[in-house]
């Protein structure tokens, strides 16, 4: 099973779901957990029964919201304390430091820090990862309106003594292309669409999708086309 942490105070959980969705149609049994104080999954993701803690199926993929800890989780699909989760895949949304620790986001496959240059993301994103005690190797995904290496040197400035290990790859998102209207409408009629999200976008998804699976280029690819369609 790989663990996949995204880390930070800016909103993540469409990213994530969109990621989900293709790690899914590769044949892979995904799980998102949504830890973050607000719960957005809670919201955009629908559900029969919601309670307090639940896990729902939504396009081929599990969501969990309102569990605090991995062994919630494994008590909820009654699962003993020392087996393993029935997944290939989990991605695990945390915005605060007591949840990476309670997800064991330390040991995790691979982290991402997620964040726009706002100064409430920027700042209370590192707020989180400044409590973090122990060494940790994070890969900046950043969501701006422009590539400026200005916005990148000011968020290693913030970071500087931190116990963070930036990774020399960043990971671009546009906020100027319109897929945040696109990414809406998805949310409104529940589905997971990328027909009408723009070229760049689609870019950094498969990006990361490489990062975290072992695959090539072109079977992304091909999964990315065949959900543009509807396949």
């Known amino acids: ?10 909103d993540k959980i469409d990213l994530i779901l969109n990621l989900g969705k293709i790690i899914s149609e590769m044949k892979n049994k995904v799980l998102i957990v949504d830890s973050t104080s607000l719960q957005k999954a809670r ?5 029969i ?9 939504f396009e081929d993929m ?24 029935p997944y290939d895949v989990v991605l695990v949304d945390a ?13 995790a496959d691979k982290n991402y820090f997620v964040t726009a240059f706002d100064l409430y993301s920027l700042k209370k994103g590192l707020e989180i990862v400044r409590e973090v005690k122990e060494p940790m190797k994070l890969t900046k995904i950043l ?53 009408r999200l723009s070229a760049q976008y689609k870019d950094s998804l498969v990006y990361i999708i490489l990062q975290i ?19």
């Open 143 to 195: 969501f701006a309106k422009e590539v400026l290496k200005e916005d990148n040197d000011y968020l290693n400035f913030l970071s500087l003594g931190f116990k963070i290990e930036w990774e020399e790859d960043r990971i671009y998102f546009p906020m100027e292309n319109g897929d945040l209207s696109i990414i809406a409408e998805n949310q409104r009629v529940a589905k997971i669409k990328f027909r």
């Open 49 to 57: 029964s919601p309670t307090t803690s639940y896990i729902t199926d």
């Open 1 to 10: 099973m790989k663990k996949v942490g995204f880390i930070g105070a800016f």
């Open 43 to 47: 919201y955009i993701v629908p559900a």
């Open 62 to 85: 599990d969501v969990a919201v309102g569990f605090k800890d991995i062994g919630q989780i494994k008590l909820y699909l009654g699962i003993d304390g020392n087996g393993e989760l």
């Open 213 to 231: 699976l072992d695959t090539n280029e072109s079977n992304v690819r091909r999964v990315v086309k065949n959900i543009e369609k509807g396949v």
């Open 95 to 107: 915005d605060s430091a007591e949840r990476i620790e309670e997800f064991g986001l330390k040991k």
